[in-house]
């Protein structure tokens, strides 16, 4: 949508069909694709990097949500934190906060919560980098000081 980057492919390791119902936490690696209900934590492993959640319009989580990558068109009743990017489709539902680095919202799409745009990693990197070039500037006398 608007040509912005898109989610990076992911083959589907997981999927967990319509009519399944899971109790508990679930750490995954790889792709997770949800078609039934999730009822506790769903966090992608340490070291699972381009790791993609997908919840069908059928999938439901109640808890909260920790992935890099998310697609979302069913139901979220818990906290989504999305440290790479989110893609909410039309019939997606949460209710909780969303902190996320970059967002795709179709309409239709619900938030009933706080929105909290995280910069990623490597933008903290890069801002810290610019302070501790300013914080560097030093002046050889007084006078030279004052005038900037």
Partial sequence: ??????????????LIGQGVEVTGDIKFQGGL??????TGNVTTADSAEGSVLVISERGCV???VHVAYAV???EVVGNVYASEKLELSSK???SGNVEYNLL?????AEIN???LHNLGEKKRLEHQTEETASANVHHLDDAAAAQS
């Fill in 33 to 38: 694709h949800l078609d039934g209900k999730i």
């Fill in 72 to 74: 979302i068109n069913g």
């Fill in 104 to 108: 795709e919202m179709a309409s239709g």
């Fill in 113 to 115: 919560g706080q929105m």
């Fill in 62 to 64: 109640e808890g909260d």
């Fill in 92 to 94: 997606a539902r949460i």
């Fill in 1 to 14: 949508m608007f040509g912005s980057k898109k989610i990076k492919s992911s083959k589907i390791d997981t």
